[in-house]
């Protein structure tokens, strides 16, 4: 018992493996009260923040995501994840990193400050987990994950866009043309690449594999998950989930609701089964608070992370 950690886990801990006694509704938050650490030396995975929502298109808001998911994600750092049944903390080091610091009264320098932000953590050789944020950061986050994995990536993207649309102004802050400019840069591989839950219009989606919500409704999350593992193969791949994926019933704290979508029990399903995928880097985007119901979103968005990385803790163990 002496151990133990009772009350603030997040600035108490010492070790970056392990668990504290938290009351939930109490103390210093972190994502799943991991330790807040600038040092991602010795760490699996680093999970930091991008309060960014200058790009949005529509409602703001998501600036205030990763304050929001840290905050539902108390909860489930109380029990074993279900239906994992294990506490990934006892295998995979975890750190939280805090929030990608940029000024925001000087865009055209935000682009960088996430890149720099990025390459920071990944020289350590851990795997980044990132909180958003609007989904223009995935831009700069892909490009940091190509310096260090090589070029192109697979993509696995769950969103209600496809957010190809055209822009080829290189210094555009926009969160749906993200990656019409990581295809035309050679960021990703189109034909290894995969799109779900999508349910707007594009006339050209560039060659990426579209699983659409309709799709996914008629096939069901099963088949949906073999579909991605047969695209992406063992290629090295990032996955970003765009919490729009859920149809507003799920996830109403969304800058871009769209009808139609996918239920949280799908989501996760098919996150779940990702233990197959060569997984480089991840993000939840697009949580934005001030739209939010009884912090639906934010939870959604947290059981999503979570499961993200006991996904990690098992390839983890696998490679061991």
């Not at 000087?106 to 990944?122: E, K, M, V, Y």
């Not at 043309?177 to 999508?198: C, H, R, W």
């Not at 993200?308 to 490679?319: A, D, E, G, I």
């Amino acid at each position: 018992m002496s151990d133990l950690i009772f009350g603030d886990g997040a600035i108490r801990r010492q070790s970056l493996y392990g668990s504290s006694i938290e009351n939930t509704y109490a103390g210093v938050l972190s994502f799943m009260r991991r330790t807040y650490s600038r040092d991602p030396s010795g760490a699996d995975v680093v999970i930091s923040g991008v309060p960014l929502d200058l790009a949005t298109t529509f409602r703001p808001g998501a600036r205030l995501g990763p304050a929001a998911v840290r905050a539902a994600s108390v909860q489930l750092a109380e029990l074993k994840p279900y239906p994992w049944g294990f506490d990934p903390f006892d295998d995979l080091a975890v750190i939280d990193y805090g929030d990608c610091w940029f000024d925001a009264h000087n865009p055209l320098t935000i682009h960088d400050s996430i890149l720099n932000h990025a390459r920071t953590i990944l020289a350590s050789g851990a795997t980044m987990l990132t909180l958003g944020g609007d989904h223009y950061i995935t831009y700069p986050l892909l490009k940091a994950h190509v310096e260090k994995f090589g070029a192109p990536l697979s993509l696995i993207h769950f969103d209600a866009h496809c957010d190809t649309w055209p822009d080829d102004v290189p210094e555009s802050l926009n969160h749906g043309t993200m990656f019409y400019k990581a295809v035309k840069e050679g960021l990703i591989d189109p034909n290894t690449s995969v799109q779900v839950g999508i349910r707007t219009w594009n006339d050209d989606y560039l060659g990426i594999n579209i699983l659409d919500a309709p799709w996914v409704h008629a096939n069901g999350p099963e088949a949906t998950l073999q579909r991605i593992l047969q695209i992406v193969g063992d290629r090295p791949t990032y996955l970003t989930f765009d919490i729009d994926c859920l149809d507003p019933a799920f996830a109403p704290g969304t800058g871009t609701p769209v009808a139609g979508g996918l239920s949280s029990a799908q989501a996760l399903h098919i996150v779940r089964g990702m233990a197959p995928v060569n997984l480089v880097g991840m993000d939840v985007v697009e949580v934005s608070p001030p739209f939010d119901q009884s912090e639906l979103t934010a939870i959604a968005a947290a059981h999503l992370a979570v499961d993200m990385l006991c996904v990690l803790r098992n390839r983890k163990l696998q490679r061991a």
